[in-house]
């Protein structure tokens, strides 16, 4: 997960006023040391973290508590919109005007940052939303940039432009005549191993040329603190319209560069959450601060069930759920569907209610391995077994085991996560969006 340990220390937080019989101000007090501990432990300048925890006392104290909720819901909700405020208040997005041909991203930042790699990452996040992309190399300086570009293109099946020439203005006037082809262009610039008069001087140059409709400066999280001189340098001598936070799942100072770039006015439009081409998220600080504190990202769930399933799909789904349809053949789409979204931990942080339940990472591992053997056991069933598996008694159990080469158990497991699966269906009624509203308020009891 996305800073792991701060999740866990402000999840404990607010555990703590769960747990408490009433809201005074020995509970206040220890809860605002209990976020500073989390927060300076995730690296957040030391300064900001006392203004926010300032703000948060100052708000808890003073404030009256709003009709309909409890002294301990208000103080949740405090900490919470604090928190949002903190790493940057409001989503903002890239949103691509259409009726530019192409909408052009420049991306800009030190070497080590990953903008290779984000361009790639990018370019798969505007073509799964149908969106015709290119590449574009403009990074003269590291050996074997270009290639490098190439590949993370090829990749993502995307095509990109590159040249052996030197002057990156040149290159772009060599594939000029291309660009009006494609809706979005990324455009990847050189780096420097600092930020220094060359290298500043060539990025006002570049963009010059380019004017880019987003220039969005790459960072990688694990500087930490250090986050804040560079978005404000680049900010400044470039006019940078965003961030990109990169290596957020693989440091724990991601919480200083994400901070540190909100003070900056440079919003983080985008976090890196692994290596894969697929571990592109827009920032959305509300989310992000949802899932640090085990209340769920329900925007970001529906995101993604949208790119995991085509609407062809969920609307032949559907129409089987509105007949009272649904076979085994259909639950095994589903959980290949989400297999799609990610690793499963991921998933469950973006549900409400979900990450609290503190499931070991091994049983998840676990769980994503049945997939793969419930495969084996279905094609070991009858056309019958598959429509119909309420039929499935335990000596058609025995048999399908057999067949399949699996113990028996994990033929009772998918029986049994079928019918889970069904009572959750018939809840939802074939929308999504009223299952999530219900599981939020945890009116959802399988089993």
Known sequence: MVLEKLGESL?????????A???DEKLINELIKDIQRALLQADVNVKLVFELTKKIKDRITNEQTPPGLTKKEHLINVVYEELVQFVGGEKTTVVVDQTKKPFRIMLVGLFGSGKTTTA?????????????????GLDVHRPAAMQQLQQVAKQVNIPAFIATEKDPLKIYAQHEKEFSKFDVL?????????????????????????QPDEALLVISADIGQAAQTQAQAFHDSCGVTGVIVTKMDGTAKGGGALTACAVTGAPVKFIGVGEKVDDLEAFNPKGF??????????????EKAKEAVTEEEAKDLEKKL?????TLIDLYQQMEAMSKMGPLGKVMEMIPGMSQLKMPKEALRAQEGKLKKWKFAMDSMTKSE???????????????????????????????QYRQSKKLIKMMKGNPEQMMKKLQKGGLKLG
């Not at 509105?322 to 649904?326: D, N, Q, R, S």
């Open 322 to 326: 509105v007949k009272g349809e649904f």
């Open 120 to 136: 790639g990452k990018l370019a798969k996040y505007f073509s799964k939303r149908g969106m015709k992309v290119a590449l574009l």
């Open 386 to 416: 598959l429509e119909d598996p309420e039929i499935i008694d335990s000596s058609r159990m025995e048999r399908i085991a057999k067949g399949s080469g699996l113990p028996a158990s994990e033929i009772r497991d998918l029986v049994k």
């Open 186 to 210: 990324i455009v990847d610039t050189a780096g420097r191993d600092a930020l220094s008069k060359d290298l500043i001087d060539e990025i006002t140059r570049v963009g010059q040329k380019v």
């Open 11 to 19: 999840k404990g937080t607010l555990a703590k006023i769960a747990k």
């Open 21 to 23: 019989m009433f809201v």
């Open 289 to 302: 601060i949802g899932r640090l504190l085990g209340m769920g990202d329900l925007e970001a769930l529906l």
